[in-house]
């Protein structure tokens, strides 16, 4: 019973990874739109999508720091 509640909640903190995706991929989504609309600020758009695209890697690595948390201990 133990195990099988370890690996649903593993699983379900593992969903947090889904948000990290979408949002990565909306951040260069929006660079790309960016630089299409104004290449002149490509340097300074880039940095700060690099910004958010650390941030968001940030919080995917939180959830799987946890679902690890929570199958090994």
């Known amino acids: 019973m133990?195990?099988?509640a370890k690996y649903l909640g593993a699983?379900?903190?593992c969903s947090g990874l889904i948000g990290a995706?979408?949002?990565i991929g909306l951040i260069f989504s929006a660079l790309i739109a960016s630089t299409a609309r104004n290449p002149q600020i490509k340097g300074?758009?880039?940095s700060y999508a690099?910004?958010?695209f650390?941030?968001?890697e940030a919080t995917?690595?939180?959830s799987l720091m946890i679902?690890?948390?929570l199958l090994y201990s």
């Open 11 to 13: 699983g379900l903190a």
């Open 50 to 52: 690099i910004l958010g």
């Open 44 to 46: 300074q758009l880039f």
């Open 60 to 62: 995917g690595l939180f």
């Open 54 to 56: 650390a941030l968001a």
């Open 21 to 23: 995706g979408a949002g």
């Open 67 to 69: 679902c690890f948390l």
């Open 2 to 4: 133990l195990a099988a």
